[in-house]
T-cell receptor
Framework: KAGVTQTPRYLIKTRGQQVTLSCSPI?????VSWYQQTPGQGLQFLFE???????NKGNFPGRFSGRQFSNSRSEMNVSTLELGDSALYLC?????????????FGPGTRLTVL | AQSVTQLGSHVSVSEGALVLLRCNYS??????LFWYVQYPNQGLQLLLK??????LVKGINGFEAEFKKSETSFHLTKPSAHMSDAAEYFC?????????FGAGTRLTVKP
């Protein structure tokens, strides 16, 4: 079974731009969660989608948004990029509720904001 | 409010020595607890999880963790370290609709 895939793996943007990251979960998994990982703040939960609905949301500004499609693939969008948005963005999938079950993580998208 | 604290951002052990990575949580009710490992340039991989079925949880790669309610701890151990155990380890706690990760502990294994 293929693992979680994230595209692109690396991305460079400038301040003020917007970016869209993509995540394909493991086949059959209905939950997709997104995390931001930075040296200073560590791993922080962004949000979880389950069956196309946002189920949980972390403490991030509205510039961070996401969606999930009927095939469970998910996208995360960040608008009006700031330097502090530079991070590794991890996507994880789970058969059911992410917060109570094993999550399978992708390799991440490394976003650099200049 | 709940939080999770990992004591020691860096731990160094010799190959064959005991590995002990510490995790404490703050919660008024028993949480769900997880240990994940992250190898360089990779995502996280679940080592083990506690869901109140048993206080001693055995995971992959010879790791185990013991839930101690009185100490609000969930420390990760492995009797004998291997070079391949060098990685970053994260403790995570779920309560309700929130999930928090510890700051991580980087484990170095010396030959």
């Amino acid at each position: 079974k293929a693992g979680v895939t994230q595209t692109p793996r690396y991305l460079i943007k400038t301040r003020g731009q917007q970016v869209t990251l993509s995540c394909s979960p493991i086949s059959g998994h209905r939950s997709v969660s997104w995390y931001q990982q930075t040296p200073g703040q560590g791993l922080q939960f962004l949000f979880e989608y389950f069956s196309e609905t946002q189920r949980n949301k972390g403490n991030f500004p509205g510039r961070f948004s996401g969606r999930q499609f009927s095939n469970s693939r998910s996208e995360m969008n960040v608008s009006t990029l700031e330097l502090g948005d530079s991070a590794l963005y991890l996507c994880a999938s789970s058969p059911d509720r992410a917060l109570y079950n094993e999550q399978f993580f992708g390799p991440g998208t490394r976003l650099t904001v200049l | 409010a709940q939080s999770v604290t990992q004591l020691g951002s860096h731990v160094s052990v010799s190959e064959g020595a005991l590995v002990l990575l510490r995790c404490n949580y703050s919660s008024s009710v028993p949480p769900y607890l997880f240990w994940y490992v992250q190898y360089p340039n990779q995502g996280l991989q679940l080592l083990l999880k506690y869901t109140s079925a048993a206080t001693l949880v055995k995971g992959i790669n010879g790791f185990e963790a013991e839930f101690k309610k009185s100490e609000t701890s969930f420390h990760l151990t492995k009797p004998s370290a291997h070079m391949s155990d060098a990685a970053e380890y994260f403790c995570a706690v779920t309560l309700g609709d929130d999930m928090r990760f510890g700051a991580g502990t980087r484990l170095t294994v010396k030959p």
